[in-house]
């Protein structure tokens, strides 16, 4: 159907909270992708995964960081005890499989106060 | 270390000038450069580049890969306050799928 969806759109929470992060993709896309956009800097991969499995989890910057996805869709971003330099735009990506091309989401922003 | 830069990273033009925008690439077994353009949040994709010398065109906009001397424009003529935003280059290296990204060119069209 349409594009690829995140939710929720703007996140506040405090440090030392966890928070979960959603995205649904593209219809049929099996390569779903996560990058970080912080203020002033560029798009920066997180992980990659091909149907439910991350072969590429080479930019989660800690193991507070992790993903999953199940059903070969919807995916959710986990950042623990979130620190204020998780403060970012959070966007996600799908393509087809093997496939260059990525087509974002609208991001998800998180502001950790 | 793999890298892409952008030039210029900002640029103010008026309504209707031509503008040209680069983007310069070091990476190991290139396999294709993307240009998107990016409004508010989410980037929107505008081509795909695999091939030297072989010009991708849709509408007002234009772009050319140059394998050999690793660097890519994008061009926008007749330029309308709708192409504000910012426009970010980015490539695919073999083995990865992930998207390495510059940090883009800001170009305002000021009427």
């Known amino acids: 159907g349409a594009g690829v969806s995140q939710s929720p759109s703007n996140k506040v929470t405090e440090k030392g909270k966890d928070v979960e992060l959603r995205c649904d993709p593209i219809?049929?896309?099996?390569?779903l992708y996560w990058y970080r956009q912080s203020l002033g800097q560029g798009l920066e991969f997180l992980i990659y995964f091909q149907g439910n499995s991350a072969p590429d989890k080479s930019g989660l910057p800690s193991d507070r960081f992790s993903a999953e996805r199940t059903g070969g869709s919807v995916s959710t971003l986990t950042i623990q005890r979130t620190q204020q330099e998780d403060s970012a735009v959070y966007l996600c990506?799908?393509?087809?499989?093997?496939?260059?091309?990525?087509?974002f989401g609208p991001g998800t922003r998180l502001t950790v106060l | 270390e793999d890298k892409v830069v952008q030039s210029p990273l900002s640029l103010v033009v008026h309504e209707g000038d031509t503008v040209t925008l680069n983007c310069s690439y070091e990476v190991t077994n290139f396999r294709s450069l993307l240009w998107y353009k990016q409004e508010k949040k989410a980037p929107t994709f505008l081509f795909m580049l695999?091939?030297?010398?072989i010009e991708k065109k849709s509408g007002r906009l234009s772009s050319i890969l140059d394998k050999k001397e690793l660097f890519s424009i994008l061009n926008i003529t007749a330029t309308q306050t709708g192409d504000s935003a910012v426009y970010l280059c980015a490539f695919t290296g073999a083995g990865s799928y992930q998207l390495t990204f510059g940090k883009g060119t800001k170009l305002s069209v000021i009427p």
């Open positions: 219809s049929g896309h099996t390569a």
């Open positions: 695999t091939s030297s010398g």
């Open positions: 990506a799908s393509s087809q499989e093997f496939a260059d091309t990525q087509y």
